[in-house]
């Protein structure tokens, strides 16, 4: 039963975050491009700026507002689904959120107003503050989001009460500020510009092929290739900075990414590759049917050194005393001590016997780091479903070499050649859209499912972070979700697709 409960609750968030992160992408991108065509409106006048500003602003609206209400879905079943794990981090994860909700969506939701029914109620200079207002909001947004989620992947700046059996943040700048949650914030909102700059070319390129509205279209086109190249680019910077705090903070992760059983120096990424399936820690099956590997790079993406050691998955669960690596058995010796110390302070507290009190707080203290494998079972369990994680993220890096491609072609055929007469790459561009989706989801299954067991890195399996509820309410509020965010999807297409099929001129 209590496994059922797990599942579902897994589920039931793992189809909230999907759905929500469906319509983040465009919001966190599109914004900035509305702000970028509304400055060029601003500076030069040409009415047909203000056109493409409004149209585009239009699609943003609706994203955004769909993308508000699964968003606040999710934020409430950390408290219905996961009981045990708000209380244990609440007073640190809870805090980005809070900012939030209180700094960011507020100043965003404000400024939408003035942005959206402004036009002529307010002068060019301040409607434009207040569109690049929304912009920045909704990043802010994605910041603290990603802050806490970050901390959950590396947490830090933090100490555990015991009295109170939660840990309790003592470094503000360390959370805000850790490497991971840095890292995960540029590479989320550079894959987010990505799908709004795809989604603005593909959109525009589909007017060029209907022959319709092709001044708008060739100017959209141009705005939208540019900030697309730009943020391919910063995407692979940023992905690159990713990869690296994952091979130094979530080896095990990294290790799934590749499928890499044996650890190297010198270690290959496999760019192509196909998973053998009767592969697993303990035989000698080779771990691919098919390969193509580039040498070096894995080493180089994961410690920016070609000759750097990359530990396997045998080494990071069976330890590796030649690379200091400490087995999975160990560490789940210093979590069952850690565990059972934190017994023995609350019954010594109890029974008011305050030197060993002091002795199990000191036994705590040493081994806290491990806190979480003390509810592991077996080693093999910190190991997180190798081929999701292993074709996912190679979908994801696929995908983002056809984007910076993709945006390099047509922003050389928009700005030096006649675009309108290479049906091809319109139809690429258009049929691109649904690809940025699909690259932005890979990354997020690369994330989650890549830290699996663990709600909390070493901390807190998700077996422990659950709530103790019947399943079957959470079977029934699953099916609920499904089918309210499917509508939803399916509402905000058709509005969107309708919107389009009216072009820039509708309701104006």
């Known amino acids: 039963m209590e496994d059922a409960v797990v599942d579902w609750s897994r589920a039931q968030f793992a189809l909230t975050a999907i759905y929500h992160f469906l319509f983040v992408p465009l919001t966190l991108g599109l914004g900035f491009i509305v702000a970028i065509i509304e400055t060029i ?4 006048g040409d009415a047909i700026y203000k056109k493409m500003t409004k149209f585009w602003m239009t699609l943003f609206a609706i994203n955004f507002a769909i993308g508000v209400a699964t968003g606040l879905i999710m934020e409430f079943e950390f408290g219905t689904n996961w009981a045990n794990y708000s209380w244990f981090v609440g007073d640190i994860f809870g805090a980005p959120l809070a900012v939030e909700g209180i700094l960011a969506f507020f100043m965003e939701s404000t400024f939408f107003a003035v942005m959206f029914f402004g036009w002529d109620k307010v002068g060019k200079k301040f409607h434009l503050l207040s569109t690049w207002l929304v912009a920045i909001g909704s990043n802010l947004s994605a910041l603290w989001i990603l802050v806490a989620n970050g901390w959950m992947q590396y947490p830090v700046g933090m100490e555990f009460n015991p009295d109170s059996v939660r840990n309790e943040m003592v470094n503000f700048w360390e959370v805000l500020f850790s490497p991971v949650a840095v890292s995960k914030f540029l590479h989320t909102i550079g894959s987010g510009y990505v799908v709004s700059a795809l989604f603005v070319i593909g959109v525009s390129s589909w007017y060029l092929l209907k022959g319709r509205e092709v001044e708008f279209a060739k100017r959209s086109i141009i705005v939208g290739a540019t900030f697309g ?3 391919s680019l910063f995407l692979t910077l940023s992905g690159d ?5 994952v091979a130094l903070k979530q080896p095990v992760k990294l290790a799934a990414m590749e499928g890499l059983y044996e650890g190297k120096s010198e270690a290959g990424i496999v760019g192509l590759g196909v998973l053998n399936p009767k592969k ?20 180089l993406l994961g410690y920016h050194d070609i000759h750097a050691y990359v530990p396997g998955l045998k080494d990071l669960v069976y330890g590796n005393k030649e690379q200091n690596i400490m087995s999975v058995e160990e560490k789940m010796q210093k979590g069952a001590l850690a565990v059972k110390s934190l017994e023995e302070y609350k019954e010594a507290k109890k029974a008011q016997d305050e030197q060993k009190a002091q002795d199990a707080r000191k036994m705590l203290d040493e081994n806290m780091a491990y806190f979480g494998y003390g509810h592991i079972k077996k080693a093999e369990d910190v190991v997180p479903p190798i081929a999701i994680t292993f074709y996912a993220f190679h979908v994801m890096v696929l995908l983002g070499g056809w984007f910076l491609t993709l945006f390099g072609v047509v922003l050389f055929l928009a ?3 006649d675009i309108t007469k290479n049906r091809v790459v319109l139809k690429a ?3 691109s859209i649904p690809l940025g989706y699909i690259a932005a989801e890979a990354g997020w299954i690369v994330a989650e499912v890549g830290r699996q067991p663990w709600a909390i890195q070493d901390l807190m399996p998700v077996g422990v972070a659950a709530t103790k509820i019947a399943s079957t309410n959470i079977m029934i509020s699953f099916w609920m979700f499904a089918f309210l965010f499917t509508l939803l999807l399916i ?3 058709k509005i969107m697709t309708k919107q389009i099929k009216i072009g820039p001129d509708g309701g104006h």
């Open 491 to 493: 509402a905000e297409i």
């Open 241 to 245: 900075e990713s990869a690296h705090q």
């Open 415 to 417: 700005t030096k050649k």
């Open 429 to 431: 561009a258009l049929f």
């Open 280 to 299: 697993t820690l303990t035989n000698d099956e080779h771990p691919y049917l098919f390969e193509l590997e580039m040498p070096y790079a894995l080493s």
């Open 229 to 231: 190249f730009i943020a």
């Open 41 to 44: 409106y601003v500076k030069t």
